[in-house]
Every structure is written in structure tokens, then in C-alpha cells.
Nanobody, 123 residues
């Protein structure tokens, strides 16, 4: 099995920055998509940012120009840099990878989710 663990969340003032990181317990061999989702209080989960195996990146309109998704091969992570944070960015953020993994045996392509991490933006 593969575990995804998010870090970097917390409380930040509006206008501030946070960097979320999602570490996989096994080496990412290949991936179809890596993404960050979020679920604000009382609302449905939404896709925030994604990066495909082709390298294409996509963002929800509300974060364009403020958030940036990237993959760190050396650290085996997918990161989300969040700048100019707003109150509306308050949510639990989830990491998602659809990929294959190696290290301790090959794990074929499947969907994996992190447990979620809280980001709270205060006025």
C-alpha cells in the first residue's frame, strides 16, 4: 500500500503564504495526475490544482495567479505554494495521486488520497 501524508498547513493571516507538501511513502514511478483538492466548511470538495504526467497544470479560477502546484522528484512530493491567501481559502486540503509506485515492490496505477490538512486564513 501507499500512504500520502500532507504537511505545511495551519493558521495564517489574509495576504500571507503557506506551502503544502504531500509526501508519498513509496517512490512515484509514474503518474497520470497529481492534484490538490479542498473542502471548505459545509461545502463540497473541489479540485484546486492538478499536474498531469504530460506536465500540463490546471487551476480552479479562484486560485489562478496565487497558487502553484509542483512536483519535487528528489523529495518524492507534490507541493502547493499558496500566496495572497484569502478567507475563502479556508478549508481542509487533500492530496491526490493517480500513479504507480516502486520501492518494496511495484504498485500498479491506483488512486491514493491523503488524510487532509487544515488551512485557516484569518482576517
Amino acid at each position: 500500500q501507499v500512504q500520502l501524508v500532507e504537511s505545511g498547513g495551519g493558521l495564517v493571516q489574509a495576504g500571507g503564504s503557506l506551502r503544502l507538501s504531500c509526501a508519498a511513502s513509496r517512490i512515484i514511478s509514474s503518474f497520470r495526475v497529481m492534484a490538490w483538492y479542498r473542502q471548505p466548511p459545509g461545502k463540497q470538495r473541489e479540485l484546486v490544482a492538478s499536474i498531469r504526467g504530460s506536465g500540463d497544470r490546471n487551476y480552479v479560477d479562484s486560485v489562478k495567479g496565487r497558487f502553484s502546484i509542483s512536483r519535487d522528484n528528489a523529495k518524492n512530493t507534490v507541493d502547493l505554494q499558496m500566496n495572497s491567501l484569502k478567507n475563502d481559502d479556508t478549508a481542509v486540503y487533500y492530496c491526490h495521486i493517480r500513479g504507480s509506485f516502486v520501492g518494496g515492490g511495484f504498485v500498479g496505477e491506483r488512486d491514493y488520497w491523503g488524510q487532509g490538512i487544515q488551512v485557516t486564513v484569518s482576517s
